[in-house]
């Protein structure tokens, strides 16, 4: 697309067109859109217009009322997912004064849909502590990083058939259910390995009591009705 | 970090598979515990909004009784209306305090113990086996009889009559301290406590909360559980209790360095003054003294006791008048129900209605002119059963785990010893048998929470649905999420996550947009009788604990049945109060058809059970939904 336009005479105005739309799109913010306006007044001075075809005016106009529109939504969009972002860290400053303790960030952006591994949970944790760590992680620091987390789609959760996938893959002989053991010995020695709480925690709602074993077809079935 | 490198050894074509092996298993880990996290994550993250939910509407409801308050203020203004109209009922109001002339001997004598009686016998002078037999009793759901709860009671008023406001108390390197909270009300832990007290009393201290308080004991239901289980003499017990409460300690101090207060402090609070007060006289939160001068005193009393009897003379110095005057009611309050908050300064608790937010600041100003080191309070329920704030200075120890519901919270009590650095200990109850996993007790929690949300905004519908109508300009039924949340947060006044909570309160449609009306569709107020008004219905339903607290306040017997000319009084009083556009015959059709003998006497509580929300999609059917 950039190389047809680029063969048109008339680029250095449709490419100082496309700069702006980058700008502000990058920037979301309205005060940008009104440069772009300007540019566009340019674009449909009236000595100008009888150089460019009316295809390509259309397609620029169409350009133009999809840029309002993405910056419209996208000014939305991050409208709600500032408010979002606020409710989730209010449940959780006891102080009311606009900070959490550090441990509870990584229930905080859980809570809200993302589903960082341990090692990216620190990363993050690392982007929103201050410079000497405090313990506490201030509002302000925290609510652009998590919206961008949330804009560009971060860590997204897991979807059940590769739950179930990493489940079959442990079961190397395919009996359907893993045994107590044979859980505790992955979860606590393998990849982010689980805490002694944590994994109580996990067995005391996964193992079937009455086999001592995991069958984790059902327990993922019953962990999805419970999230829904 | 994996086991499987030792396998891999001595064996050069199947390491790769093993290696491909592991790194797949490697990875499904990662997966599982990626997963597990997050789940667990949002578990904690629905457990902590439903506490939200229970504190936001308990704080909600502890506000109301600031209007409740202001009432009775209203009323007492008005006293001389009354006055003309029914000078019994003026007495039987503000002459609560004749009741403590009942003798000893006259009641208990009355009551006799049964031979067929199989519960705990406690025998007197108290001793620890007492203590045992209490403790195994109740363990085994037994009741303790009345008689045996009066003679407790008086002893304990007996002892307490002779204690300071301010328990003195030092620790030794023998001896440890260990502090904690009483929690919700129950009959026995309250009689396990009083005869501990009594087995040791130099060894327990008691200090008084804001719960040991009649009127809170009226709105909150443990009035009603002492008269479901002493159906006899539940009225005596009620009385001689709500005098053992005025009794108790105001706080303790410990080795002149740590104060234990059951709330906060204020800016202005004066333990030199408190030292000395009359604490007696303080009775209930929501009966604040007349703030008249001292020579109009004496001939309101008069005018108000009318016929009644004169305050016994001789026994003791008390003044003629019967309450605390208004500065010295305040400093109570202070003491009862103030938070310590982050914010600096002292500023009025509007989420209890009574005392004040005190912050870091006033801690250091009050602490160093009273030389004190540390303030140790209960009053708030906290997760982990205890917080440490203001620099150390103050501690908040909570001792009642799952305070709103099984797996709410954390319980805690302290330890202290003479180094005086305190060791914290926290217990769940259901956690040592962990009967039950996460996600289950989350779950009932949570159910629990937003049904009591969701009576909360049936109380408010009408309100809700005018908020709801002003920003629906095109009538469709739907608003935005920002809309719909602002209108919730406005109309009931509750700082919630609303948009989290929200698809457990509304439907969405495929835009993400809200369907406002979903919420009523599946519950309603029941209605007592059929005719009457829906706005009316909403009202009283709205209203309901603060005129069960006003009709028992008129109910002074407790006979549960008020007059006719009784309830008319009263209401037209309330109505006016609260500004409720409620049409007098409206209710005095209600009350007619409510009148169900025609004797002219209505059974309030009755009356006022009626209103009870039916969820259609639940079986429970019963819910006067306060918090026990």
């Known amino acids: ?228 | 970090m994996s086991t499987h490198d030792l396998e891999d050894m001595g064996c050069g074509t199947s390491s790769s598979t093993k290696d491909r092996k592991s790194e797949k298993a490697l990875k499904a880990a990662l997966v599982i515990q990626n997963w597990y996290r997050g789940y667990s994550a949002r578990l904690k993250a629905r457990q902590r909004y439903a506490l939200t939910i229970f504190q936001s509407i308990e704080y909600a409801d502890e506000q109301g009784q600031l209007q409740l308050s202001n009432f009775f203020s209203f009323m007492l203004e008005n006293y001389t209306q009354i006055h003309e109209k029914d000078p019994e009922l003026v007495a039987r109001l503000f002459g609560r305090t004749l009741q403590d002339s009942k003798d000893r001997q006259e009641y208990v004598s009355f009551v006799d113990v049964p031979d067929s009686y199989n519960g705990p016998r406690l025998q007197f002078p108290l001793t620890f086996t007492d203590i045992d037999l209490l403790v195994e009793a109740f363990k085994q759901q037994q009741i303790l009889h009345a008689h045996y709860v009066l003679e407790v009671l008086f002893e304990t008023k007996r002892v307490l009559k002779q204690m300071p406001n301010f328990t003195q108390v030092k620790t030794s390197p023998t001896k440890e301290i260990t502090i904690c909270d009483r929690g919700k009300h129950s009959m026995e832990i309250l009689m396990i406590l009083f005869v501990s007290f009594l087995v040791y009393p130099n060894d327990l201290h008691l200090n008084r909360g804001n719960h040991e308080d009649f009127m809170m004991n009226l709105r909150y239901g443990f009035t009603k559980e002492i008269l479901h289980k002493y159906k006899l003499h539940g009225k005596k017990i009620l009385q001689i209790l709500e005098d053992v409460y005025t009794w108790l300690p105001i706080g303790t101090i410990i080795d002149n360095e740590i104060l234990v207060i059951h709330g906060g402090i204020s800016e202005s609070t004066d333990l030199n003054l408190l030292h000395r007060i009359e604490r007696h006289k303080m009775k209930s939160v929501l009966m604040p003294p007349i703030s008249i001068d001292e020579d109009q005193d004496t001939d309101l009393k008069k005018t108000k006791t009318g016929a009644n009897v004169v305050p016994r003379e001789g026994k003791t110095n008390e003044s003629p008048s019967e309450q605390l005057p208004k500065h010295e009611w305040e400093q109570v309050i202070d003491i009862l129900w103030s938070d310590p908050r982050g914010k600096r300064g002292c500023y009025p608790n509007t989420s209890r209605g009574g005392g004040c937010y005190f912050g870091p600041d006033i801690t250091s100003k009050i602490l160093n002119k009273f030389q004190l080191k540390m303030l140790i309070r209960s009053h708030e329920c906290k997760p982990e059963g205890y917080e440490i704030c203001h620099d150390g200075k103050v501690v908040t120890v909570f001792s009642a785990s799952n305070y709103y519901e099984e797996g709410s919270n954390r319980g805690a009590y302290i330890k202290l010893c003479c180094d005086m650095t305190p060791r914290f200990f926290q217990y769940q109850v259901t956690r040592a048998t962990c009967l039950r996993p996460l996600y289950q007790r989350v779950n009932t929690m949570e159910s629990s929470a937003i049904r009591i949300l969701k009576e909360r905004m049936l109380s408010r519908k009408t309100d809700l649905i005018r908020a709801f109508q002003l920003q629906d300009r095109s009538k469709s039924g739907k608003l935005s999420m920002g809309q719909w949340a602002f209108s919730m947060e406005n109309t009931l006044g509750l700082n919630l996550p609303w948009r989290s909570l929200s698809p457990h309160l509304v439907t969405t449609d495929k835009n993400g947009n809200i369907n406002y009306m979903s919420t009523f569709q599946d519950i309603h107020i029941q209605k007592p009788v059929k005719e009457a008004q829906s706005t009316l219905i909403e009202t009283l339903y709205r209203y309901r604990s603060d005129l069960q607290i006003i009709f028992n306040v008129i109910d002074s017997d407790h006979s549960g049945l008020i007059s006719m000319e009784e309830f008319r009084a009263m209401w037209k009083l309330f109505n006016s109060h609260y500004s409720i556009h409620i049409e007098d015959f409206q209710v005095d059709e209600l009350a007619e058809r409510m009148d169900l003998n025609k004797d002219g006497s209505i059974d309030f509580n009755e009356f006022l059970k009626a209103f009870y929300v039916v969820h259609k999609l639940e079986k429970l059917n019963k819910s006067d939904g306060q918090s026990p």
């Not at chain 1, 419209?72 to 009311?96: G, M, Q, T």
């Not at chain 1, 179930?164 to 107590?180: I, M, N, P, Q």
């Open chain 1, 1 to 228: 697309m950039f190389i047809f336009l680029i063969a048109q005479q008339r680029t250095h105005w449709i490419l100082s067109q496309i700069q702006f739309f980058l700008y502000f799109l990058k920037k979301k913010s309205f005060s940008d859109v009104s440069l772009f306006r300007n540019t566009f007044l340019f674009i449909i001075n009236p000595e100008e217009e009888t150089v460019l075809s009316k295809g390509w005016m259309s397609f620029i106009l169409l350009t133009y009322v999809e840029c309002l529109w993405t910056v419209f939504s996208l000014e939305l969009v991050v409208a709600e997912y500032h408010r979002k972002i606020k409710e989730a860290f209010e449940v959780f400053d006891h102080e009311a004064n606009n900070t959490v303790d550090v441990r509870e960030i990584g229930t905080i952006i859980r809570s809200l849909g993302c589903c960082p591994s341990e090692g990216e949970l620190h990363d993050l944790i690392a982007e929103v502590e201050e410079e000497e760590p405090t313990g506490y992680i201030r509002y302000e620091k925290f609510l652009p990083v998590m919206t961008e987390v949330l804009l560009e789609r971060r860590y997204r959760p897991i979807p059940e058939d590769t739950l179930l996938r990493a489940f079959e893959v442990l079961d190397s002989s395919k009996r359907g259910f893993l045994t107590r053991e044979e859980l505790i010995k992955y979860m606590t020695e393998e990849g982010e390995p689980f805490s002694q709480e944590e994994m109580e925690e996990m067995l005391s709602a996964a193992v079937d009591p009455e086999s001592n074993s995991i069958h984790y077809k059902d327990y993922i079935a019953m962990m999805v009705v419970d999230e829904s």
